[in-house]
T-cell receptor
């Protein structure tokens, strides 16, 4: 199946700093990518839909100025957590859409101290 | 709006016994249905999907699922459980009708524990 990578896999940052997470589709082009957040022992919560060449569509309750999404090419989407707070600590997962199926990245564990 | 229900937070089964993880869904159009497995601190791994065709779908690692339209269910099954099957399982649905029809909606997940 198709491969989606995420970088970094794990990051620790201090409160107030910004962190960028990259999501890449390695062997296919993805017009649409998705960003999810997963709390411990919980399901995936869709944060936003990222469309190549246009603005992301954010789900209700997700601050677009805090979670900046850029989808500059058909193989790369980035999520930047700005002015991070400890409550932003979570597991962030991206996926890339390929016709009828989404392929998921391995996830990024963000810890804000 | 589409939704998915996984009624069991946890399923325990003895190694070698058959396992079932339940999933029901609600969509306005025809559903695309998926099962994913997640190991600790890892992303989601695709197990199987139903798009169209045979109601019984066979997937990775010996798993299968049956699409039942009348009961709006897509239960995950395996004839003989392995300890290595212990993980978190997510059912997901994608509606083929309406705005946002490319989005996946996930169930809350079911933790499967296979006891040696």
């Amino acid at each position: 199946g198709a491969v989606v990578s995420q970088h970094p896999s794990r990051v620790i940052c201090k409160s107030g700093t910004s962190v960028k997470i990259e999501c890449r589709s390695l062997d296919f082009q993805a017009t649409t990518m998705f960003w999810y957040r997963q709390f411990p022992k919980k399901s995936l919560m869709l944060m936003a839909t990222s469309n190549e060449g246009s603005k992301a569509t954010y789900e209700q309750g997700v601050e677009k100025d805090k979670f900046l999404i850029n989808h500059a090419s058909l193989t790369l989407s980035t999520l930047t957590v700005t002015s991070a707070h400890p409550e932003d600590s979570s597991f962030y997962i991206c996926s890339a859409d390929d016709i009828n199926e989404q392929y998921f990245g391995p996830g990024t564990r963000l810890t804000v101290t | 709006a589409q939704s998915v229900a996984q009624p069991e937070d946890q399923v325990n089964v003895a190694e070698g016994n058959p396992l079932t993880v339940k999933c029901t869904y609600s969509v306005s159009g025809n559903p695309y249905l998926f099962w994913y497995v997640q190991y600790p601190n890892r992303g989601l791994q695709f197990l199987l999907k139903y798009i169209t065709g045979d109601n019984l779908v066979k997937g990775s690692y010996g798993f299968e699922a049956e699409f039942n339209k009348s009961q709006t269910s897509f239960h995950l099954k395996k004839p003989s459980a392995l300890v290595s099957d212990s993980a978190l399982y997510f059912c997901a649905v994608r509606d083929t009708h309406g705005a946002g029809s490319y989005q996946l909606t996930f169930g809350k997940g079911t933790k499967l524990s296979v006891i040696p």
